[in-house]
T-cell receptor, first 115, second 116 residues
Framework: GESVGLHLPTLSVQEGDNSIINCAYS??????FIWYKQESGKGPQFIID?????DKRQGQRVTVLLNKTVKHLSLQIAATQPGDSAVYFC??????????????FGKGTKLSVKP | DGGITQSPKYLFRKEGQNVTLSCEQN?????MYWYRQDPGQGLRLIYY???????QKGDIAEGYSVSREKKESFPLTVTSAQKNPTAFYLC???????????????FGEGSWLTVV
């Protein structure tokens, strides 16, 4: 079946290093992808998104890369800070067949930043 | 403050009881959503509403009900038919239905429901 999944469930990095969080998706019809950050006990916060007609998009300290050939999405965080510690989810939009609004979420990667 | 407000933050339910989770948004968004999150898991869609007086079932609608009588409000009722209701519930909204560039789905802070 179609799914969004993550390669690494946990990631520990040193403060100041760059972080890379990976995500695999299997639905080639998905045309929009989002990364969310969720701190403990809180709702997900939008970080960055990318459409399928792009392969890279940059934000403030974050970059999302999309490789449609291998159906892979990654989130790069530059100069990781303790405040970046959270669970990061990728999500894809499967907006077809009447399933409007149905974002499909991966299970998440927990990022821990060591001071 | 603009945003999505969920209440209560923590709720305890006895078996056999119905409970209602509140979700209010002042973002003037047409679309609203309810997701369920279990520990260590991603989010699963329960119900969504594209516009007032309309709502559609998501992937796990059994045992839940919603209403959308006002644009800003989308309450979720967890009925006694939901056999495993203990979870973190997240309400979300967007300008229009369906996530896309320029139509971000924003989330509230969530409500914890525990069956006792």
């Amino acid at each position: 079946g179609e799914s969004v999944g993550l390669h690494l469930p946990t990631l520990s990095v040193q403060e100041g290093d760059n972080s890379i969080i990976n995500c695999a998706y299997s639905n080639s019809a998905s045309d929009y992808f989002i990364w969310y950050k969720q701190e403990s006990g809180k709702g997900p916060q939008f970080i960055i998104d990318i459409r399928s007609n792009m392969d890279k998009r940059q934000g403030q300290r974050v970059t999302v890369l999309l490789n449609k050939t291998v159906k892979h999405l990654s989130l790069q965080i530059a100069a990781t800070q303790p405040g970046d510690s959270a669970v990061y989810f990728c999500a894809e939009n499967m907006d077809y067949g009447g399933s409007q609004g149905n974002l499909i979420f991966g299970k998440g990667t927990k990022l821990s930043v060591k001071p | 403050d603009g945003g999505i407000t969920q209440s209560p933050k923590y709720l305890f339910r006895k078996e056999g009881q119905n409970v209602t989770l509140s979700c209010e948004q002042n973002l003037n968004h047409d679309a609203m959503y309810w997701y369920r999150q279990d520990p260590g898991q991603g989010l699963r869609l329960i119900y969504y509403s594209q516009i007032v007086n309309d709502f559609q079932k998501g992937d796990i609608a059994e045992g839940y009900s919603v209403s959308r009588e006002k644009k800003e409000s989308f309450p979720l009722t967890v009925t006694s038919a939901q056999k495993n209701p203990t979870a973190f519930y997240l309400c979300a909204s967007s300008m229009m239905a369906g996530a896309s560039s320029g139509n971000t789905i924003y989330f509230g802070e969530g409500s914890w429901l525990t069956v006792v």
